[in-house]
C-alpha cells in the first residue's frame, strides 16, 4: 500500500491524483515493467534556475512522498556541500508541490529536527520559503530544511517512466525505478490487454423468448450486455439484462417467459359466467362469456365475449346484471292501487289490484301483472267522476245548467250529479213542457226536456200599393214570427219608408204597409258664366226632369262630359253637373332674351288680353310683335323668339378664299356662325386681282360695313394676228386673262421669226411668257433678162409665186426654160435661160412662134397643168412634195406635142 504514495500521473492523463489513489488502493495489482531515474546537476544554482533546469532535460523537480524513496535517494547520490533542492516551496504561506500543485500534507513531511524555522524575517526576499534535501549528512541524512531560495544548491530532478501506450486497459503507476499498470475491472494482463470471461452456455433461450447478446470487448466477455425478450402475451420474470461481469460471472440467471395475466373477473349477481382459458385461469388468451338470468338485463358492457389480450388487459369492461322492474302504476287521479309489493320491487311476476274513490267509476282492467320484459301484462286503468248525459237543447231554445253553491268547485265532467238545468224559448216562441230538471244518481235527468212553438200574425194586413209590388219571405211558417214582407216601387218611384214590414213577438205586423213616388234629384243651380234650362215632366228635379246647360263666350264647359242632364231612376243626375270655366292663353314667357309685356298677370291671359314682345341687346325678334288671346285659348299669332344679331353669310367671289374670325375680346361661343363684330378678310387665287375692299366686318344690326370684293383674272397684252401667219387662242379665263394660250403658224412662203414656234400663255404676273412672233416673206433671187432677150415678171418682188418669162428679140431663139417660178423655198424653178442666134429658114416658124410668143407666155401656165395631168400617173403626183424635183417640161419645137 506504501507504493501507492510513490504515484505520479503519466504525463498527458488525465485522471486526477485522488482518482488514481482510490484506483489504486482498489486494485493495487502491481507489475513493474520500466523504471523511472533521478539526475542531478554538475554545479549548483538557486531554486528557480534549478527547476527550470530539472524541466528543461527531465521531466520535474523531484517531489518525495515516502521515506523508501528517501532512502534511495541518500544511498545513491553523492554527498554535495550546499546539499540538493527539491521541488517543494512555500506558496501563499503553505508548503506545496510544485509539480502538483498540492499542499504537504502532515504524514508525507519528512522535516529535520527543529524544521522548518523560518528563521529569516518573514514575507522579506531573505524568507526560507525553498527546501533543501541533506544528503549524506552526518546527523539527519535524508531529512529536509527551509531555506533561501536564492541559495545555489545542486538541482534534483527526475525522468517519468510511464508512457502513452504502456498499459492496455489501466492505469500507469509510477513507482521507484519503475512503473507498474493498475487494471480496469474485467481486465488482466501485463499490460492490461487480457479481458475476463463469461460462461457462453450459461445464456440459455427461454420458451416463447428470445436473447439478444451485445459484446463491448470481446465474444461474452466482461461488459457484455444479454438482453432477453418474450412473444406476444408473454412478460419476462425478470426485466433487467445479464450482464458480465469482473468475475467472470453474469449478473442474473436467465428469465423465463409466462403468459400475461388479466384481472380476475367475477360472476354478475343475476347471471353467470363462462370461461375459456387455455394458457391459465385469466391468463392471455382467456375467452369469457356473460349470460343474465330472466328478470335481469345486462349492463355496463356491449354482449360480446371478454377477451385478454396481449397488454394484460381485458378487450371490454365486465357486464353487470340488472333486475327489470315495471313502472309503478299508482298516480291517476282517484285511482286505488294495491300491489304484491312495493312500489320500487315491482319485478317479474308482482301484481296490481285497482279501485276509485267515490262519485267515480274504473275505466279499464281491475288488476295487472309484471311481465319479464318490464312492462304490465295490461293498460293502467282510469277513473272518470259519474255524470248524466248531455241534455237536449230544444230548437228555438236555450238552456242554461249549473251546479249548487254548494257543490265542489270544478268538476270533471260537463253534467255532473247535482247540476240543474233551465229552459227558456227564442222571441216569438212559446215553451211546452217542464222548463227545470236536475241530474240524479246514478246520472240520470228528473225529467225529459221541453219544446217550442213560433207564434202567427194576421196575412190580411199585407196590402199592395199603386206602382208598387210585395215580396214576403218566412223564416219559422207562413206569416209566422219573423216572416218579412218586403215592398219595391216601380223604375222612377221610390217608398215613403224603405224598411220591410215584420212579423213581431206580439203576433203584430211591426208596421203599415207604404205608398210608391216618384224619385226625386238634386236640385240643380245655373252656372256662373253660363245658363241652365230644365223641362220637368213629374215636378221640379223629380225623375225623367231633363235640364241643358251652355256656357257664354270666353267660357268653356267643365266638370262634366255632358251638356244635358237628366234625373235618373236611381234618384241621381246621369251625370255631375257642368261649370263654366273662363278660357285663359298660357303665359308667353320663357323663350331665352324674349321680353315680354302683357295686360294681364300670367294666370289671368283670358279672351282678349294681350302682350307685346321686345328682345334683350344684340338679338333681334323673329316673329310677331304683339299677340292677342283668343276665345279658344290659342295666341292669336305664334309666340316669337329672339335670335342673335348677325350678318348674312358673306358671298366667297369666285377664284378667291374668305377668312373670318371673331376679335379675342369678344365673348366666347356666339350661337350663329357670323355674329357682330366678326371680321372677315378676302384673298383671290394666283393669277388674280382683289377688285374691292380686302376687309369688312359684321355691324349692328347685322349688315357688312362693305359688300364683299371680287376676284378677276390678271390681263396681257393683247396680242395680234401676225401679217403672213395666223393665231389661235384658247382662252379659260376671257381674252388674253390669265392662262389664256396662243398657238402661231405662218402661211405657205413665210417664215416665223422674232420667237420660238411654242404657244404664249398669259402668265399671273400678267404678261405673257414669251415675245410674240411674226412672218417674213421667203425672197427668191432677182433675175435679169437674158442678153438678146426680154425678161417679164408678174411680180416686181421675187417672193413666192412669182412667174419670170422669158422672150429674145427677133433673129434670136431662146434656149432653156421659157418660164421660171419662185418656189416657197425661195428657189427659181429652174436656170435662167439664154437667147441663141437662129438660121433664116427657121426664122418664119420662129417669128410664127415669136408671134405666138405672148400668147404662148399667157397659155404655157395651162398647158403646163394639163400636161402634168397627163402624166401624173407616170411621172408625178401633184399634190407630192416632190414636185420640186421635176421641174415642168417646156416643148418649144411642136405645139401639138403641148395639147
Ligand atoms: C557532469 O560530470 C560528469 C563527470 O565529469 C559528466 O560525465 C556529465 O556529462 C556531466 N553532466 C553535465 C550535465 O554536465
Ligand atoms: C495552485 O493552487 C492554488 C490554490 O489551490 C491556486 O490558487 C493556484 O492558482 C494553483 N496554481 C497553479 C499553477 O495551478
Ligand atoms: C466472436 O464470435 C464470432 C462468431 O462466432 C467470431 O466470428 C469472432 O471471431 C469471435 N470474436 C472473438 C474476438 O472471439
Ligand atoms: C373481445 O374479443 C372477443 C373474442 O375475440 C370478440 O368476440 C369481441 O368482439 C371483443 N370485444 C370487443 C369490444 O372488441
Ligand atoms: C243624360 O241623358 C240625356 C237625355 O237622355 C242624354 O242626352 C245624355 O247624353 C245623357 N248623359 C250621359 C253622360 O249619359
Ligand atoms: C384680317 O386682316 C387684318 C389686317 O390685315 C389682320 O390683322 C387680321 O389678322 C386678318 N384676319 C384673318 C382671319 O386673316
Ligand atoms: C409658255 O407657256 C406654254 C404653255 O405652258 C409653254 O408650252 C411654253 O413652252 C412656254 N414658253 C416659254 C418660253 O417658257
Given at each position: 500500500m506504501e507504493f501507492c504514495f510513490g504515484l505520479f500521473p503519466t504525463r498527458g492523463s488525465k485522471i486526477s491524483w485522488i482518482s488514481q489513489m482510490l484506483l489504486c488502493s482498489m486494485l493495487c495489482m502491481w507489475t513493474t515493467v520500466e523504471s523511472w531515474s533521478y539526475f542531478y546537476s554538475n554545479t549548483t544554482m538557486d531554486w528557480e534556475h534549478a527547476r527550470s533546469w530539472c524541466r528543461k532535460h527531465y521531466t520535474d523537480m523531484v517531489a518525495i512522498q515516502n521515506q523508501d524513496e528517501i532512502g534511495h535517494l541518500n544511498a545513491w547520490l553523492p554527498r554535495q556541500r550546499n546539499y540538493y533542492w527539491i521541488g517543494i516551496r512555500k506558496i501563499n504561506d503553505d508548503w506545496t508541490w510544485v509539480g502538483t500543485n498540492k499542499t504537504l500534507t502532515a504524514e508525507a513531511s519528512s522535516w529535520a529536527e527543529g524544521e522548518p524555522n523560518n528563521r529569516k524575517q518573514k514575507g522579506s526576499r531573505e524568507s526560507e520559503d525553498c527546501v533543501e534535501m541533506y544528503i549524506k549528512r552526518e546527523t539527519q541524512p535524508g531529512k529536509w530544511n527551509d531555506e533561501r531560495c536564492g541559495k545555489k544548491k545542486t538541482a534534483l530532478c527526475f525522468a517519468a517512466a510511464c508512457k502513452n501506450d504502456s498499459c492496455g486497459y489501466g492505469d500507469c503507476v509510477e513507482t521507484i525505478n519503475s512503473h507498474t499498470c493498475a487494471c480496469f475491472e474485467g481486465f488482466y494482463g501485463e499490460k492490461c490487454e487480457k479481458v475476463v470471461k463469461c460462461d457462453k452456455e450459461k445464456v440459455t433461450v427461454p420458451y416463447k423468448g428470445s436473447v439478444k447478446c451485445t459484446h463491448k470487448y470481446g465474444n461474452?466477455?466482461?461488459?457484455s450486455s444479454c438482453e432477453y425478450s418474450c412473444e406476444e402475451g408473454y412478460e419476462l420474470s425478470m426485466s433487467r439484462p445479464l450482464r458480465c461481469t469482473g468475475s467472470k460471472e453474469w449478473s442474473d440467471q436467465p428469465p423465463t417467459c409466462e403468459a400475461v395475466q388479466c384481472p380476475e373477473l367475477s360472476r354478475p349477481e343475476g347471471g353467470s359466467m363462462d370461461c375459456f382459458a387455455p394458457l391459465g385461469p385469466s391468463r392471455y388468451q382467456t375467452t369469457c362469456v356473460f349470460a343474465c338470468d330472466e328478470g335481469f338485463i345486462q349492463a355496463g358492457s356491449s354482449s360480446d365475449p371478454l377477451q385478454c389480450e396481449a397488454s394484460g388487459r381485458w378487450n371490454a369492461t365486465q357486464p353487470s346484471c340488472v333486475a327489470i322492474t315495471c313502472q309503478n302504476p299508482e298516480g291517476a287521479p282517484h285511482l286505488i292501487t294495491t300491489c304484491s309489493r312495493s312500489s320500487s320491487e315491482l319485478r317479474l311476476g308482482s301484481t296490481c289490484s285497482f279501485d276509485c274513490g267515490a262519485g267515480f267509476v274504473l275505466q279499464g282492467a281491475d288488476n295487472v301483472q309484471c311481465s319479464g320484459d318490464g312492462r304490465w301484462s295490461r293498460a293502467i286503468p282510469t277513473c272518470k267522476e259519474m255524470e248524466c248525459p248531455a241534455p237536449e237543447i230544444p230548437s228555438s231554445g236555450r238552456i242554461f245548467c249549473s251546479l249548487p253553491l254548494s257543490s265542489s268547485a270544478s268538476p270533471e265532467t260537463p253534467h255532473p250529479l247535482g247540476m240543474v238545468c233551465n229552459f227558456t224559448c227564442d222571441e216569438g216562441h212559446e215553451l211546452e213542457g217542464a222548463p227545470s230538471m236536475e241530474c240524479d244518481h246514478p246520472g240520470q235527468w228528473t225529467s225529459s226536456p221541453p219544446t217550442c212553438t213560433v207564434v202567427k200574425c194576421d196575412r190580411e194586413e199585407v196590402t199592395v200599393p199603386y206602382k208598387g209590388s210585395v215580396n214576403c219571405s218566412h223564416k219559422y211558417g207562413?206569416?209566422?214570427?219573423d216572416s218579412s214582407c218586403e215592398y219595391s216601387c216601380e223604375e222612377g218611384y221610390e217608398l215613403s219608408m224603405s224598411r220591410p214590414l215584420r212579423c213581431t213577438g206580439s203576433k203584430e205586423w211591426s208596421d203599415q204597409p207604404p205608398t210608391c213616388e216618384a224619385v226625386q234629384c238634386l236640385e240643380l243651380s245655373r252656372p256662373e258664366g253660363g245658363s241652365m234650362d230644365c223641362f220637368a215632366?213629374?215636378?221640379?228635379?223629380?225623375?225623367?226632369t231633363t235640364c241643358v246647360f251652355a256656357c257664354d263666350e270666353g267660357f268653356v264647359q267643365a266638370g262634366?262630359?255632358?251638356d244635358t242632364l237628366q234625373c235618373e231612376a236611381s234618384g241621381r243626375w246621369n251625370a255631375t253637373q257642368p261649370s263654366c270655366v273662363a278660357i285663359t292663353c298660357q303665359?308667353?314667357?320663357?323663350?331665352?332674351h324674349l321680353i315680354n309685356t302683357c295686360s294681364s298677370s300670367s294666370s289671368e291671359l283670358r279672351l282678349g288680353s294681350t302682350c307685346s314682345f321686345d328682345c334683350g341687346a344684340g338679338f333681334v325678334l323673329q316673329g310677331a310683335d304683339t299677340v292677342q288671346c283668343a276665345g279658344d285659348g290659342r295666341w292669336s299669332r305664334t309666340i316669337p323668339t329672339c335670335k342673335e344679331m348677325e350678318c348674312p353669310a358673306p358671298e366667297i367671289p369666285s377664284s378667291g378664299r374668305i377668312f373670318c374670325s371673331l376679335p379675342l375680346s369678344s365673348s366666347a361661343s356666339p350661337e350663329t356662325p357670323h355674329p357682330l363684330g366678326m371680321v372677315c378678310n378676302f384673298t383671290c387665287d394666283e393669277g388674280h386681282e382683289l377688285e374691292g375692299a380686302p376687309s369688312m366686318e359684321c355691324d349692328h344690326p347685322g349688315q357688312w360695313t362693305s359688300s364683299p370684293p371680287t376676284c378677276t383674272a390678271v390681263q396681257c397684252l393683247e396680242l395680234t394676228r401676225p401679217e403672213g401667219g395666223s393665231m389661235d387662242c384658247f382662252a379659260p379665263l376671257g381674252p388674253s386673262r390669265y392662262q389664256t394660250t396662243c398657238v402661231f403658224a405662218c402661211d405657205e412662203g413665210f417664215v416665223q421669226a422674232g420667237s420660238s414656234s411654242d404657244p404664249l400663255q398669259c402668265e399671273a404676273s400678267g404678261r405673257w411668257n414669251a415675245t410674240q412672233p411674226s412672218c417674213v416673206a421667203l425672197r427668191c433671187p432677182s433675175l435679169e433678162a437674158p442678153e438678146n432677150g426680154h425678161i417679164n415678171c408678174s411680180n416686181s418682188d421675187p417672193v413666192f409665186n412669182t412667174q419670170c418669162s422669158f422672150t429674145c428679140t427677133p433673129e434670136y431663139s431662146l434656149d432653156g426654160h421659157e418660164l421660171l417660178n419662185c418656189d416657197r423655198h425661195g428657189n427659181w424653178t429652174g436656170e435662167r435661160p439664154t437667147c441663141q442666134a437662129s438660121p433664116s429658114k427657121l426664122s418664119a416658124i420662129t417669128s410664127g412662134v415669136a408671134a405666138g410668143g405672148a400668147l404662148l407666155s399667157g397659155l404655157s401656165l395651162a398647158f403646163w397643168i394639163l400636161k402634168r395631168l397627163k402624166l401624173r400617173k407616170d411621172?408625178?403626183?401633184?399634190?407630192?412634195?416632190?414636185?420640186?424635183?421635176a421641174p415642168p417640161q417646156v416643148y418649144k419645137n411642136s405645139l401639138d406635142s403641148l395639147i
Open positions: 461474452f466477455s466482461f461488459d207562413n206569416f209566422s214570427f215632366p213629374l215636378g221640379p228635379s223629380r225623375y225623367q262634366s262630359s255632358s303665359n308667353p314667357e320663357g323663350a331665352p411621172t408625178f403626183e401633184l399634190s407630192s412634195n416632190s414636185d420640186i424635183e
